[in-house]
């Protein structure tokens, strides 16, 4: 009886224990904690949305909160162009137009204002990713050693690595692995792809016709050669009556060069395909080899000249069917002139 009475008892204290003792505080307030955490996360990032594609807030400190948290401008053909890099782009050239010798290259009559600096670096954007996103479908690959080339012509004509650096450093505040990726490989891609669509014989037909027609006035010999490159040509030469002036070998188009070495003083050739376009030669002078000056055999020539498509033409023709969408609020593509414009 004793016995029943004490395990009843103890039994009685236990259950009254257990029901009794408070929860530990890590339990429910752990899970509370981390959702009150998410939220605050959350309201942040819509605040930083709202500002950024609201407000096109470009303060440093979003400067730095987006490049950890990446917002995309703009999607091109499902590709992001992101905010962090537009903010970098806008300040480099906000400060490049503020250096006079990069202004007045530029042609422009007064600094852009911000809305204007916008739409300007959207725009390079977008069409940058275009450029890229075509060359890859033409297989247009810049190699590593093709930039390293490209940068070696330029130092040798500027003088020294230290120069252009320098003077990379004074007008855009860059180093030159920035400018070797923003200028020179670009370039490099751009050029290709002109000779990609410049090898292009569906592309090229009406250049081509236009160049055989022009052919046959040459050869039926009514017309002087220099009339009709001052009438057709097109490229500065129209205003020099198809004048190239004299040159060297390895100094102009290898295929050019081959066939103006090859003819006779006043003879004509047949139609001459570089990437540049369709020309017809005439070898007004032929100047002999003068071995005391030091001076290889040169030529003056004269061309008629029908320009290949140009890159810029079919780029607009393919930016028409690409799919691009912006994101900040002013800012659209307008498709069908093939550039960011600023909403209405």
């Given at each position: 009886?004793?016995?029943?009475?004490?395990?009843?008892?103890?039994?009685?204290?236990?259950?009254?224990?257990?029901?009794?003792?408070?929860?530990?505080?890590?339990?429910?307030?752990?899970?509370?904690?981390?959702?009150?955490?998410?939220?605050?996360?959350?309201?942040?990032?819509?605040?930083?949305?709202?500002?950024?594609?609201?407000?096109?807030?470009?303060?440093?400190?979003?400067?730095?909160?987006?490049?950890?948290?990446?917002?995309?401008?703009?999607?091109?053909?499902?590709?992001?162009?992101?905010?962090?890099?537009?903010?970098?782009?806008?300040?480099?050239?906000?400060?490049?137009?503020?250096?006079?010798?990069?202004?007045?290259?530029?042609?422009?009559?007064?600094?852009?204002?911000?809305?204007?600096?916008?739409?300007?670096?959207?725009?390079?954007?977008?069409?940058?990713?275009?450029v890229r996103q075509l060359a890859s479908r033409q297989k247009?690959?810049?190699?590593?050693?093709?930039?390293?080339?490209?940068?070696?012509?330029?130092?040798?004509?500027?003088?020294?690595?230290?120069?252009?650096?320098?003077?990379?450093?004074?007008?855009?505040?860059?180093?030159?692995?920035?400018?070797?990726?923003?200028?020179?490989?670009?370039?490099?891609?751009?050029?290709?792809?002109?000779?990609?669509?410049?090898a292009d014989e569906n592309l090229n037909a009406d250049q081509?016709?236009?160049?055989?027609?022009?052919?046959?006035?040459?050869?039926?010999?009514?017309?002087?050669?220099?009339?009709?490159?001052?009438?057709?040509?097109?490229?500065?030469?129209?205003?020099?009556?198809?004048?190239?002036?004299?040159?060297?070998?390895?100094e102009r188009d290898a295929t050019l060069e081959q066939a103006?070495?090859?003819?006779?003083?006043?003879?004509?050739?047949?139609?001459?395909?570089?990437?540049?376009?369709?020309?017809?030669?005439?070898?007004?002078?032929?100047?002999?080899?003068?071995?005391?000056?030091?001076?290889?055999?040169?030529?003056?020539?004269?061309?008629?000249?029908?320009?290949?498509?140009?890159?810029?033409?079919?780029?607009?023709?393919?930016?028409?069917?690409?799919?691009?969408?912006?994101?900040?609020?002013?800012?659209?593509?307008?498709?069908?002139?093939?550039?960011?414009?600023?909403?209405?």
């Amino acid at each position: 009886m004793a016995k029943n009475s004490i395990r009843t008892a103890s039994s009685v204290s236990l259950h009254s224990n257990q029901a009794g003792t408070p929860p530990r505080p890590g339990k429910r307030t752990g899970p509370i904690v981390l959702g009150v955490i998410i939220i605050i996360v959350l309201i942040g990032l819509l605040v930083l949305a709202v500002g950024v594609y609201g407000y096109h807030w470009r303060t440093p400190t979003v400067k730095n909160i987006v490049r950890v948290v990446p917002l995309p401008v703009a999607i091109v053909n499902g590709q992001g162009l992101w905010y962090y890099d537009f903010v970098d782009a806008y300040d480099t050239l906000d400060y490049a137009y503020s250096q006079p010798e990069v202004f007045q290259a530029s042609g422009l009559t007064q600094r852009p204002t911000a809305a204007e600096l916008e739409v300007i670096v959207l725009d390079r954007m977008i069409k940058d990713r275009l450029v890229r996103q075509l060359a890859s479908r033409q297989k247009v690959v810049v190699s590593r050693a093709e930039i390293d080339a490209e940068m070696k012509k330029l130092i040798e004509q500027s003088g020294s690595k230290a120069e252009v650096e320098q003077k990379i450093r004074s007008l855009y505040r860059w180093d030159l692995p920035t400018f070797q990726k923003r200028v020179v490989e670009p370039f490099l891609i751009r050029q290709q792809l002109q000779e990609k669509i410049s090898a292009d014989e569906n592309l090229n037909a009406d250049q081509k016709k236009k160049a055989e027609a022009l052919l046959g006035r040459v050869e039926a010999g009514q017309e002087e050669f220099q009339a009709i490159a001052r009438s057709v040509n097109e490229d500065v030469t129209k205003s020099t009556d198809g004048d190239l002036g004299v040159f060297g070998r390895g100094e102009r188009d290898a295929t050019l060069e081959q066939a103006a070495f090859s003819l006779e003083v006043g003879k004509t050739s047949g139609i001459v395909r570089t990437s540049q376009g369709f020309h017809i030669l005439k070898l007004l002078e032929k100047i002999p080899a003068d071995e005391q000056a030091g001076q290889d055999e040169r030529v003056h020539v004269a061309h008629i000249f029908i320009s290949a498509k140009p890159l810029d033409e079919w780029l607009f023709e393919q930016s028409k069917r690409q799919r691009v969408a912006t994101l900040i609020a002013g800012l659209r593509w307008d498709s069908q002139n093939g550039r960011v414009a600023a909403s209405p």
